[in-house]
T-cell receptor
Framework: AQSVTQPDIHITVSEGASLELRCNYS??????LFWYVQSPGQGLQLLLK??????LVQGIKGFEAEFKRSQSSFNLRKPSVHWSDAAEYFC?????????FGAGTTVTVRA | DTAVSQTPKYLVTQMGNDKSIKCEQN?????MYWYKQDSKKFLKIMFS???????INETVPNRFSPKSPDKAHLNLHINSLELGDSAVYFC???????????FGEGSRLTVL
């Protein structure tokens, strides 16, 4: 069965600084990988996805993620964080209809 | 127009009661889901319907019964509510099994 691990429960970053969120997955074949963001009191929104091809994928809101098969990782990055990026971030893997989420990383942005 | 809409947004009820949450999507998707998010923000899939057919039914108590009258609607009925049912329930939709889900804003259920 597939699983997703997000090692960081909470990250605090200064506005304007770079952000990196870690995600490791466990899956037997090539997975479909996703990052979703949940703003307070809201539903989840897809930031970006990886299905195949170029291992560096670009998403919305200036985010990017890199798939590294050798490390079973799909880390999310943003070069310069804005206060509006404060949210919960979920990594997910989907071999089929059953999208499995990691436990999430809470990002706090300080002024 | 809201793509995936859920009603009600908040639900406060007593143990033992029965309640329903409704979900509608106007994206033309063929697959709909119910996810439960607990107090630690962990998301777990409960059910999924594809073209009105149940395709995922996780280990959820029989008190939970989904119903999909058509591709655009997926409702969740919960009988004999328990304290542990308190959570945020998210409806979502997708086109096929590509994992690109569109989520509603959630329905926060509080059981007293």
């Amino acid at each position: 069965a597939q699983s997703v691990t997000q090692p960081d429960i909470h990250i605090t970053v200064s506005e304007g600084a770079s952000l990196e969120l870690r995600c490791n997955y466990s899956y037997g074949a090539t997975p479909y990988l996703f990052w979703y963001v949940q703003s307070p009191g809201q539903g989840l929104q897809l930031l970006l996805k990886y299905f195949s091809g170029d291992t560096l994928v670009q998403g919305i809101k200036g985010f990017e993620a890199e798939f590294k098969r050798s490390q079973s990782s799909f880390n999310l990055r943003k070069p310069s964080v804005h206060w509006s990026d404060a949210a919960e971030y979920f990594c997910a893997v989907a071999p089929d209809y059953k999208l499995s989420f990691g436990a999430g990383t809470t990002v706090t942005v300080r002024a | 127009d809201t793509a995936v809409s859920q009603t009600p947004k908040y639900l406060v009820t007593q143990m033992g009661n029965d309640k329903s949450i409704k979900c509608e999507q106007n994206l033309g998707h063929d697959t709909m889901y119910w996810y439960k998010q607990d107090s630690k923000k962990f998301l777990k899939i409960m059910f999924s319907y594809n073209n009105k057919e149940l395709i995922i039914n996780e280990t959820v108590p029989n008190r939970f019964s989904p119903k999909s009258p058509d591709k655009a609607h997926l409702n969740l009925h919960i009988n004999s509510l328990e304290l542990g049912d308190s959570a945020v329930y998210f409806c979502a939709s997708s086109q096929g099994a590509n994992g690109e889900l569109f989520f509603g804003e959630g329905s926060r259920l509080t059981v007293l």
